[in-house]
């Protein structure tokens, strides 16, 4: 082997750690600007993320050193023909403990992590009392559906519930809690900004909760391919005030209400009441 194929050979992995650490300044790393995780769950989810990356890129560095290493002493020793070696139990032993001890302690340092977020036992006790919203999947658009303003959601769809599609609307600074569930296939619930995603399977409610730490207007999609739809299956979840939220309540209840006539009754109403006066 030559030194030009030595030198291509060293150049991939030169330019994949560069375009790494280029990534934060051209936006290439995660989602919305590089911003922080617009949840606390997802700040700690991203901190995990990046454990998971210094430990991939030394080794992945380290690795290809070696790598590079051995075929540049090649490229100087054309008359020395290689050594058959069937094997060294001390490296194969080595390079298997580490490996092994590595992921161990990946797996038991994000066992808190994940539990908050998977485990029902430790999500915050006011938003497993008082569930925001149902949220239904379907080919191919998100439903939403509150319970009317002073009561709580139930398991069975209520007279006076409020409904809403491809917009869900959530207070800023609180746990939320949402019952997931699918109408027919299987959907994935999925918000890059707050770092949260889980499957709808039908036939199961799911419970999922998030605390959105920035107000704001993020994307809601689905991450499993459900159907020729599936591209178009987006929505938005707004996150606002407590009182622009429960304004948005009110609004949505007064829009169910109106049966048509409303309007016009309440004029009529007011003429007779002002004849009556006169």
Known sequence: MGKGWCLFFLFWPVAAVASCAMAPFVNWSFPYDNAQAASNLGIRIDGLFYLILIITAIVFIGTQAVLVYALWRSVNNREKRAMHIHGNHKLELIWSIIPGVILLFLS???MNIWADFRIKKYFPEA???APLAEVTA???EWRFRYPAIGKKLQQKPQSDDLYSVNELHVPFGKPVLIQLRSEDVQHSFFLPALRVKQDALPGLQIPVWFEANKT????LVCAELCGWGHYK???HVIVESDGEYQKYLKDL???QSYDGL???ASKDSSRESE???K
């Open 108 to 110: 038991i340092y994000q």
């Open 127 to 129: 938003a497993v009392k």
């Open 138 to 140: 379907r080919q191919f």
């Open 216 to 219: 704001g207007i993020y994307d």
């Open 233 to 235: 299956m987006k929505a």
């Open 253 to 255: 209840t007064q829009k």
């Open 262 to 264: 409303g309007k016009i």
């Open 275 to 277: 004849a009556a006066e």
